[in-house]
Protein backbone atom coordinates (compact mmCIF):
# COMPACT_ATOMS: atom_id res chain seq x y z
CA UNK A 1 0.00 0.00 0.00
CA UNK A 2 1.55 3.39 -0.73
CA UNK A 3 2.06 5.76 1.34
CA UNK A 4 0.23 9.17 1.51
CA UNK A 5 1.68 12.23 2.17
CA UNK A 6 0.18 15.35 2.23
CA UNK A 7 0.33 17.64 -0.76
CA UNK A 8 2.94 20.10 0.33
CA UNK A 9 5.25 16.91 1.39
CA UNK A 10 4.65 15.70 -1.86
CA UNK A 11 6.08 18.51 -3.85
CA UNK A 12 8.68 18.94 -1.60
CA UNK A 13 9.59 15.36 -2.83
CA UNK A 14 9.77 16.55 -6.02
CA UNK A 15 11.23 19.40 -5.91
CA UNK A 16 14.08 18.74 -3.60
CA UNK A 17 14.86 15.33 -5.61
CA UNK A 18 15.06 16.74 -8.91
CA UNK A 19 18.06 18.95 -8.05
CA UNK A 20 19.44 16.06 -6.06
CA UNK A 21 23.82 16.14 -6.10
CA UNK A 22 25.09 12.57 -5.53
CA UNK A 23 28.54 14.21 -5.83
CA UNK A 24 27.72 16.38 -3.06
CA UNK A 25 25.62 14.05 -1.65
CA UNK A 26 28.64 11.53 0.16
CA UNK A 27 30.34 14.50 1.58
CA UNK A 28 27.80 16.09 3.22
CA UNK A 29 26.94 13.04 4.91
CA UNK A 30 30.60 12.56 6.12
CA UNK A 31 30.94 16.15 6.94
CA UNK A 32 27.60 14.64 9.36
CA UNK A 33 29.27 11.78 10.70
CA UNK A 34 27.25 9.54 8.81
CA UNK A 35 24.64 9.77 10.68
CA UNK A 36 21.89 10.85 7.76
CA UNK A 37 21.68 10.36 4.12
CA UNK A 38 22.26 13.32 2.09
CA UNK A 39 20.29 14.45 -1.18
CA UNK A 40 23.05 16.65 -2.05
CA UNK A 41 22.05 19.75 -1.76
CA UNK A 42 23.71 22.69 -0.18
CA UNK A 43 22.28 25.23 2.02
CA UNK A 44 21.76 28.09 -0.48
CA UNK A 45 20.11 26.18 -2.98
CA UNK A 46 18.10 24.54 -0.54
CA UNK A 47 16.83 27.61 0.83
CA UNK A 48 15.64 28.53 -2.21
CA UNK A 49 14.02 25.88 -2.95
CA UNK A 50 12.22 25.62 0.64
CA UNK A 51 10.78 29.28 -0.82
CA UNK A 52 9.49 28.63 -3.87
CA UNK A 53 7.94 25.81 -2.16
CA UNK A 54 5.97 28.03 0.53
CA UNK A 55 5.84 30.45 -2.16
CA UNK A 56 3.19 27.75 -4.25
CA UNK A 57 2.14 25.61 -1.94
CA UNK A 58 1.23 28.47 0.74
CA UNK A 59 1.61 28.09 4.67
CA UNK A 60 -1.06 25.06 5.08
CA UNK A 61 -3.34 25.13 7.76
CA UNK A 62 -2.06 22.01 9.63
CA UNK A 63 1.67 22.93 9.49
CA UNK A 64 2.47 20.48 12.24
CA UNK A 65 1.32 17.63 9.94
CA UNK A 66 3.70 18.91 7.15
CA UNK A 67 6.61 18.89 9.46
CA UNK A 68 6.30 15.88 11.18
CA UNK A 69 5.98 13.98 7.31
CA UNK A 70 8.70 15.90 6.43
CA UNK A 71 10.48 14.75 9.73
CA UNK A 72 10.16 11.41 8.74
CA UNK A 73 12.09 11.68 5.47
CA UNK A 74 15.26 9.93 5.53
CA UNK A 75 17.70 12.78 3.66
CA UNK A 76 18.57 15.15 5.89
CA UNK A 77 17.30 17.61 3.50
CA UNK A 78 13.69 17.35 4.44
CA UNK A 79 14.54 18.04 8.10
CA UNK A 80 15.47 21.76 7.38
CA UNK A 81 13.02 22.13 5.10
CA UNK A 82 10.80 21.41 8.31
CA UNK A 83 12.98 23.59 10.22
CA UNK A 84 12.14 26.55 7.61
CA UNK A 85 8.49 25.98 7.37
CA UNK A 86 8.84 25.97 11.46
CA UNK A 87 10.53 30.03 11.33
CA UNK A 88 7.93 30.81 9.16
CA UNK A 89 5.34 29.96 12.19
CA UNK A 90 7.17 30.68 15.03
CA UNK A 91 4.70 33.46 15.38
CA UNK A 92 1.96 30.77 15.08
CA UNK A 93 3.26 28.74 18.12
CA UNK A 94 0.70 27.79 21.10
CA UNK A 95 1.64 26.13 24.71
CA UNK A 96 0.69 23.06 22.98
CA UNK A 97 3.47 22.98 20.45
CA UNK A 98 5.78 22.42 22.96
CA UNK A 99 5.23 18.75 22.86
CA UNK A 100 6.14 18.75 18.92
CA UNK A 101 9.28 20.35 19.31
CA UNK A 102 10.17 18.16 21.77
CA UNK A 103 9.46 15.46 19.70
CA UNK A 104 12.03 17.18 17.34
CA UNK A 105 14.85 17.73 19.04
CA UNK A 106 14.50 13.76 20.43
CA UNK A 107 14.39 12.71 16.84
CA UNK A 108 17.06 12.26 14.43
CA UNK A 109 18.99 13.97 17.16
CA UNK A 110 22.23 15.96 16.11
CA UNK A 111 23.39 19.49 16.31
CA UNK A 112 22.31 20.92 12.93
CA UNK A 113 18.77 20.38 13.82
CA UNK A 114 18.64 20.42 18.09
CA UNK A 115 20.38 24.42 17.92
CA UNK A 116 17.84 25.56 15.84
CA UNK A 117 15.14 24.15 17.57
CA UNK A 118 16.68 25.10 20.59
CA UNK A 119 17.66 28.90 19.91
CA UNK A 120 14.29 29.52 17.53
CA UNK A 121 11.42 27.31 18.25
CA UNK A 122 12.27 27.43 22.06
CA UNK A 123 13.23 30.01 22.53
CA UNK A 124 10.44 31.64 20.75
CA UNK A 125 7.99 29.68 22.91
CA UNK A 126 9.71 30.42 25.90
CA UNK A 127 9.28 34.18 25.04
CA UNK A 128 5.78 34.08 24.67
CA UNK A 129 4.40 31.71 27.59
CA UNK A 130 7.74 32.11 30.17
CA UNK A 131 5.47 30.06 32.47
CA UNK A 132 6.67 27.38 30.52
CA UNK A 133 10.12 27.44 31.27
CA UNK A 134 10.72 26.67 34.92
CA UNK A 135 8.55 22.83 34.61
CA UNK A 136 10.67 22.27 31.20
CA UNK A 137 13.77 23.33 32.04
CA UNK A 138 13.48 20.72 35.01
CA UNK A 139 12.22 18.15 32.97
CA UNK A 140 14.62 18.36 30.46
CA UNK A 141 17.51 18.38 32.80
CA UNK A 142 16.20 15.76 34.67
CA UNK A 143 15.29 13.25 31.67
CA UNK A 144 19.05 12.35 30.88
CA UNK A 145 18.65 13.03 27.01
CA UNK A 146 21.64 14.84 25.46
CA UNK A 147 19.72 17.07 23.01
CA UNK A 148 17.08 18.03 25.95
CA UNK A 149 19.74 19.06 27.77
CA UNK A 150 21.79 20.97 25.08
CA UNK A 151 18.80 22.97 24.87
CA UNK A 152 18.47 24.22 28.07
CA UNK A 153 21.77 26.13 27.94
CA UNK A 154 21.34 27.33 24.15
CA UNK A 155 17.17 28.25 23.85
CA UNK A 156 18.66 32.04 25.71
CA UNK A 157 21.08 32.52 22.40
CA UNK A 158 19.31 35.28 20.61
CA UNK A 159 17.61 37.04 24.65
CA UNK A 160 20.54 39.07 24.83
CA UNK A 161 19.15 42.06 27.81
CA UNK A 162 16.37 39.75 28.68
CA UNK A 163 18.46 36.89 29.53
CA UNK A 164 17.84 34.77 32.30
CA UNK A 165 21.23 35.37 33.94
CA UNK A 166 20.27 33.68 37.19
CA UNK A 167 19.07 30.61 35.11
CA UNK A 168 21.61 30.70 32.53
CA UNK A 169 24.38 30.06 35.34
CA UNK A 170 22.34 27.57 37.40
CA UNK A 171 22.06 25.28 34.51
CA UNK A 172 25.73 25.54 33.63
CA UNK A 173 26.79 24.71 37.09
CA UNK A 174 24.59 21.90 36.76
CA UNK A 175 26.38 20.36 33.91
CA UNK A 176 29.88 21.80 34.65
CA UNK A 177 31.26 18.15 34.67
CA UNK A 178 29.91 16.67 32.05
CA UNK A 179 32.28 15.13 29.75
CA UNK A 180 29.69 14.90 27.00
CA UNK A 181 31.68 17.28 24.16
CA UNK A 182 28.18 18.84 23.32
CA UNK A 183 26.88 19.81 26.74
CA UNK A 184 30.83 21.11 27.22
CA UNK A 185 30.64 22.89 23.59
CA UNK A 186 26.99 24.20 24.18
CA UNK A 187 28.07 25.78 28.03
CA UNK A 188 31.10 27.98 25.92
CA UNK A 189 28.80 29.01 22.83
CA UNK A 190 25.95 30.02 25.48
CA UNK A 191 28.48 32.18 27.41
CA UNK A 192 30.46 33.65 24.18
CA UNK A 193 27.25 34.80 23.09
CA UNK A 194 25.90 36.04 26.42
CA UNK A 195 29.60 37.89 26.79
CA UNK A 196 28.37 40.18 23.83
CA UNK A 197 25.49 41.82 26.26
CA UNK A 198 27.58 41.52 29.68
CA UNK A 199 31.14 40.64 29.29
CA UNK A 200 32.05 41.65 32.94
CA UNK A 201 29.41 38.97 34.63
CA UNK A 202 30.81 36.75 31.90
CA UNK A 203 34.22 36.73 32.63
CA UNK A 204 33.32 36.52 36.55
CA UNK A 205 31.48 33.37 36.19
CA UNK A 206 34.28 31.83 33.90
CA UNK A 207 36.95 32.41 36.34
CA UNK A 208 34.91 31.71 39.74
CA UNK A 209 33.61 28.17 37.79
CA UNK A 210 35.61 25.16 37.13
CA UNK A 211 34.71 24.83 33.72
CA UNK A 212 35.92 22.11 31.29
CA UNK A 213 39.03 23.38 29.17
CA UNK A 214 36.71 22.82 25.85
CA UNK A 215 33.96 25.37 28.03
CA UNK A 216 36.15 27.66 29.21
CA UNK A 217 38.09 28.39 25.68
CA UNK A 218 34.81 28.91 23.74
CA UNK A 219 33.55 31.20 26.57
CA UNK A 220 36.78 33.12 25.93
CA UNK A 221 37.27 33.24 22.37
CA UNK A 222 36.46 37.29 21.81
CA UNK A 223 38.04 38.03 24.99
Known amino acids: MTTRFHPFVEAALRLFHEHANPELAGPMRKYMKDHFPFLGIKAPLRKELSKRLLKEQGIPDDWETVVRQLWTMPEREFQYAAMDLLEKVKKRLETGHLRLVEELITTKSWWDTVDYLAAHSVGTLFRLFPALIAPTNEGWIASGNLWLQR ?69 LKHF
Open 151 to 219: ATILFQLSYKEKTDQELLFSNIRIYKDSQEFFIQKAIGWSLREYAKTDADVVLRFVEQTPLASLSRREA
